[in-house]
């Protein structure tokens, strides 16, 4: 910036803090330099909303009442902007890491399948070279102890290098099953394989001890309405907010979260009787519905939020009862929340 530019901000700067009556107040004085040189970089907004914050900021101001009270309240409403401004760049970062896990999850199997190929096809050229090599030490030892000794050795040597491949083979099986375990669209979330792996686990250790087992089934309301209405990224979107808060809940009480199927995600609670699961339930619930959730396009999110809901069917492990049945549970509950209005919490009953 030139001298003459500098002089000419800073007396438009005075002309601005003269107008309000500001003054010298280091705490307001730090509030219009944010609205008149900062809010520029706040990328999500148009260039029309940053004008329109600045706006609805300064007829604050305008009002000069530079109160303690009013000063909190400008505060918020720059938090939340700002807030606003984070959240669209996580689930823009939680977007791309989506992408990458799915791609990631690709590359793997083609890795070891790939792999799998290789070795097989290098332990033939290996036994084949083995064999020529035993009937040739065969053929040319006379004492049959040293021909059984060097035949000794070099089956010895063959097996410690198919060990070695075999381990190396086995680390990339692990590092496969761990990315194949997590849903490639909502990464925090377990998929269906391995939910229902960990319900079966659950259950049988169930009834191995005495201790309650406990199961959420959420469900978005009207996701379909979302779908159409504002398209399938909305939709998406809707989804990965669910995923967060879902996770920020289950991960206080050591819980396991899975995605369902299709927008229907599950809480699973060892060691939780019904009645606490029930107010794990409705703590989500409320999260869910004063969710700031805003539509993005192109990048920018919407001036209004849309408000979305959740209904939960919550159901406790029963003595006779398998794993299916303790999720059919839970599925049943969750249909009477939505047959009863939705965004509520039910629990299963006979």
Same mark, same amino acid.
């Given at each position: 910036?030139?001298?003459?530019?500098?002089?000419?901000?800073?007396?438009?700067?005075?002309?601005?803090?003269?107008?309000?009556?500001?003054?010298?107040?280091?705490d307001w004085l730090a509030i219009v330099l944010f609205v008149r040189n900062l809010l520029t970089k706040l990328s999500?907004?148009?260039? %029309? %909303?940053?004008?329109?914050?600045?706006?609805e900021i300064f007829r604050e101001l305008a009002k000069k009442d530079f109160s303690d009270k009013?000063?909190?309240?400008? @505060?918020?409403?720059?938090?939340m902007y700002i807030m606003q401004t984070i959240g669209a760049l996580e689930l823009e970062e939680s977007l791309a890491q989506e992408k990458r896990?799915?791609?990631?999850?690709?590359?793997?199997?083609?890795?070891? @399948?790939?792999s799998m190929q290789g070795n097989c096809e290098r332990q033939n050229r290996k036994l084949d070279a083995f064999k020529e090599q035993t009937v040739g030490v065969i053929k040319s030892g006379k004492d049959q102890s040293l021909i059984v000794s060097k035949v000794r050795d070099m089956f010895q040597d063959l097996i410690v290098e198919f060990k070695e491949e075999a381990r190396e083979l086995q680390a990339k099986a692990r590092m496969l099953e761990?990315?194949?375990?997590?849903?490639?669209?909502?990464?925090?979330?377990?998929?269906?394989?391995?939910?229902?792996?960990? @319900?079966?686990?659950?259950?049988?250790?169930?009834?191995?001890?005495d201790a309650p087992l406990s199961l959420m089934m959420i469900d978005v309301d009207h996701f379909k309405k979302?779908?159409?209405?504002?398209g399938h990224q909305a939709g998406d979107d809707f989804l990965h907010a669910l995923a967060r808060i879902i996770c920020a809940h289950a991960i206080q009480y050591q819980s396991f979260?899975?995605?369902?199927?299709?927008?229907?995600?599950?809480?699973?609670?060892?060691?939780?009787?019904?009645?606490?699961? @029930?107010?794990?339930?409705?703590?989500?619930?409320?999260?869910?519905?004063?969710?700031?959730?805003?539509?993005?396009?192109?990048?920018?999110?919407?001036?209004?939020p849309i408000q979305f809901t959740v209904s939960i069917g919550v159901a406790q492990w029963?003595?006779?009862?398998?794993?299916?049945?303790?999720?059919?549970?839970?599925?049943?509950?969750?249909?009477?929340?939505?047959?009863?209005?939705?965004?509520?919490?039910?629990t299963f009953t006979d």
């Open positions: 910036m030139t001298q003459k530019n500098a002089r000419k901000s800073m007396g438009e700067l005075s002309a601005i803090l003269k107008n309000f009556g500001i003054d010298n107040d280091q999500i907004y148009s260039d %029309k %909303k940053k004008i329109e914050i600045q706006q009013q000063f909190e309240t400008i @505060i918020a409403m720059l938090d896990s799915a791609t990631q999850l690709l590359n793997e199997m083609h890795g070891i @399948i790939n761990h990315t194949a375990n997590f849903d490639p669209m909502l990464t925090e979330l377990h998929n269906r394989r391995a939910l229902d792996a960990f @319900i079966n686990d659950a259950v049988l250790g169930q009834r191995k001890k979302v779908n159409d209405t504002y979260t899975a995605r369902y199927g299709g927008e229907e995600l599950v809480i699973v609670m060892k060691g939780m009787t019904l009645d606490k699961a @029930i107010l794990k339930a409705e703590a989500i619930r409320a999260d869910v519905e004063s969710y700031d959730f805003r539509i993005r396009t192109d990048g920018q999110l919407a001036n209004k029963r003595t006779d009862w398998n794993s299916g049945k303790l999720v059919n549970a839970a599925d049943t509950a969750l249909y009477e929340a939505k047959d009863s209005g939705r965004n509520q919490v039910c």
